[in-house]
């Protein structure tokens, strides 16, 4: 009786102290898995998800209180992505209904104040003082920072247009029955 | 294969392929025709693979045949050169021949009828030039791969020259139904184009050439074989009629026997593959000067009255080479190219480019597609398939929408030449499905590559918005440091003026 008591006593305090030296020796600071995820992301903290930056945004995917579908512009391949990361599945139909978006500027009330390109987190917007201001389409993440900044509302929204370099054949209608199983 | 065909079968035939009724006569045997010079031609920008050219004329300007008007851009690109004289009247969109129907970008002239051409400056002898000359001139002359891939040519054969490919394959085969292009171009030319795959041989280094034709175009085969006699490096081999037998991997597997591995090119194996008609395009730039500006074209199809291979200048309307072949009823389906790949046109106002082979105009019986039924897995489609993959499982997948399991079975390996779909007795339109999906995952590599580049941007912008913070600062301390150093001196110079006023005033 008196040695089961002194061996589990005992048992106790080493592993106790075993596992008290390692939670302090093998501490990490921060989440690992949200720097992974903020590594993946756009990086523009744009805001487009309501959240303050990119990295809250991946600390709040990684915790689970946002879902990997959060960040509209890193679309579909982002959440794939993310979801590959978290073992998680995602309904990737539900971001493209939306769709991807870009800033156009509409050259005929564009008075060339420059305000766009200050706020534009990528330089996707361009031009000097007083010269009509453009949008490299590659450059930009389609955060909307502009369109809020812009005092003629000359910067706009507009849907990612399609090019022939864009273009992707539709996927067949489905046949009535299941083509195979 | 059924069982008495399994017995007729040919051991040395490849498994691989199908055997639609080619269709090519008569337009074969029709005697080659010169289309009178259109009023207008729609010169596009993009008429090859890599980056579009850039326009260096100006609305307004006279053209002269064969004046550059777009340069290349970019390392893969290919300049686009004037067809013919006359004036530039536009610069703008135009619908593109593709199946979308979407616009791009190309150069309208107005032709004068008077056909004057630049001078051209050529070598006497091109032998006698380094290879990279050569080359240098093939590129200059915009020839990209007319076999329908259309390649910049010149960054193709500097491949294989720094690559020291052995043997260099001159792809005549020619399988799909219907064109009759190049047999033609083989048949009126066969020793401009022998004379071109030399060039090609010297700007490579290539010992040898093997020019493979299909066994269905006899007449192209005894031209070429007498053109080719006096040149015992260039040999002529008969390959068996099999769709797609001019893929350049089904080729080169025929004639030399290796097999290029996935993810590899052909010049990994030591071969680089060209078209006839490049050979003949690359003799014409080097030895008359003349640039990639006209091209043959199969006219073909059950609506077409004269069907027939047709000489007309790149950027010529499809409905122009329609009206001089002439209409049999209304085409129920336009396609550039050959049936099996081509591209499905949205009307006829569209230009034909560098790549354009064939204009097919089919009638109501020839378009008649059943409606898709179920897959009944009989495993037709894994036998037609070239490269040896399951086109069954890969639609199944993309199907339900799994992209990564259908790229798992080899999906980027498909050469979309749609053996598939043509031997599916199901009608399973099985080569959309890989279009689709290719599209798509291309599509999220991009958006992938994209982010990277944004992110970079943003990174980089940060570093910059605090330079200029630190540079802000620096200035504003050193502008503070000259302020404080003047009324400094200032003061000491008043205290200066005013000791020497008492000083005078003692």
């Known amino acids: 009786m008196l040695a089961a008591i002194a061996s589990l006593t005992v048992l106790g305090a080493v592993l106790g102290l075993g596992l008290g030296v390692a939670a302090r020796k093998f501490a990490i600071d921060g989440d690992p898995l949200a720097d992974e995820i903020a590594a993946l992301m756009p990086g523009s903290n744009c805001g487009q998800c309501g959240m303050a930056g990119c990295a809250i945004a991946a600390k709040a995917i990684a915790e689970g209180t946002a879902t990997a579908t959060v960040c509209p512009p890193g679309g579909k391949a982002l959440a794939a992505s993310i979801a590959a990361k978290l073992g998680i599945s995602v309904d990737l139909d539900e971001i493209a209904d939306n769709g991807p978006m870009m800033a156009y500027v509409k050259e005929e009330i564009c008075i060339g104040c420059c305000k766009c390109n200050k706020v534009c987190p990528t330089d996707a917007m361009i031009g000097a003082a007083k010269q009509i201001h453009g949008v490299i389409r590659e450059a930009c993440t389609g955060c909307g920072l502009c369109v809020e900044r812009c005092p003629t509302e000359a910067a706009q929204m507009q849907p990612v247009p399609i090019t022939l370099q864009h273009w992707v054949w539709p996927k067949p209608a489905s046949v009535t029955t299941p083509a195979s199983t | ?506």
């Open chain 2, 1 to 506: 294969m059924g069982l008495i065909e399994k017995f007729l079968h040919n051991p040395k035939a490849p498994r691989w392929g199908v055997h639609p009724d080619d269709h090519k006569r008569p337009a074969a045997d029709a005697p080659l025709r010169t289309l009178p010079l259109p009023a207008r031609l729609y010169v596009p920008l993009l008429q090859h693979v890599g980056q579009p050219a850039r326009p260096v004329v100006l609305v307004g300007q006279e053209v002269r045949k064969g004046q550059l008007i777009a340069e290349p851009q970019g390392r893969i690109s290919a300049p686009v050169h004037a067809p013919t004289s006359g004036r530039i009247v536009a610069i703008g969109e135009i619908t593109a021949p593709h199946p979308s129907g979407l616009p791009f970008e190309a150069i309208t002239i107005e032709t004068d009828g008077h056909d004057r051409a630049v001078e051209a400056d050529v070598p006497a002898d091109p032998f006698t030039l380094a290879p990279a000359e050569v080359t240098a001139l093939i590129s200059a002359a915009g020839v990209v791969g007319l076999g329908g891939a259309t390649f910049p040519s010149s960054v193709k054969l500097a491949l294989g020259k720094r690559s020291e490919i052995t043997t260099l394959i001159v792809n005549g085969g020619e399988c799909e139904p219907y064109l009759s292009c190049d047999d033609r171009v083989m048949r009126d030319r066969a020793a401009d184009v022998i004379d071109g795959v030399r060039l090609m041989l010297h700007c490579t280094g290539a010992r040898e050439a093997l020019v493979g034709i299909e066994d269905n175009k006899p007449e192209a085969i005894a031209a070429m074989r007498r053109a080719a006699t006096r040149f015992p490096e260039i040999k002529v081999r008969p390959v068996p009629a099999r769709y797609p037998m001019g893929s350049d991997r089904q080729l080169i597997e025929t004639l030399t026997g290796k097999e290029v591995p996935s993810d590899c090119r052909a010049a990994d194996v030591g071969v680089i593959v060209n078209n006839v008609s490049t050979a003949n395009a690359v003799h014409r730039a080097v030895r008359l000067g003349e640039p990639l500006i006209e091209r043959i074209v199969t006219i073909n199809g059950g609506a077409v009255w004269q069907p027939g291979n047709i000489l007309a200048p790149i950027g010529t309307l499809a409905a122009d080479l329609l009206a001089f072949a002439g209409l049999k009823s209304e085409p129920a389906r336009l396609v550039m190219g050959g049936p099996m790949m081509g591209a499905v046109l949205p009307h006829a106002r569209v230009p034909i480019v560098k790549g354009s082979a064939g204009i097919l105009a089919f009638n109501e019986d020839e378009v008649a597609i059943p409606e898709a039924g179920p897959c009944i897995r009989c495993g037709n489609c894994v036998q037609a398939c070239p490269i040896g993959l399951l086109p069954l499982e890969m639609a199944a997948n993309v199907r339900v929408g799994d992209l990564q399991a259908a790229a798992s079975l080899g999906l980027s390996d498909c050469i979309s030449c749609g053996c598939c779909a043509y031997i599916c007795p199901s009608h399973i339109p099985l080569v959309q499905y890989f279009s689709h999906a290719k599209g798509e995952l291309w599509a999220q590599e991009r958006d992938k590559l994209r982010m990277e580049a944004t992110r970079k941007l943003a990174a980089e912008r940060a570093v910059r918005l605090e330079r200029e913070a630190a540079e802000k600062a620096e200035a504003a301390a050193r502008r503070k440091a000259e302020r404080d150093a003047a009324k400094r001196a200032e003061a000491a110079a008043k205290a200066a003026a005013e000791s020497a006023v008492t000083e005078v005033a003692e």
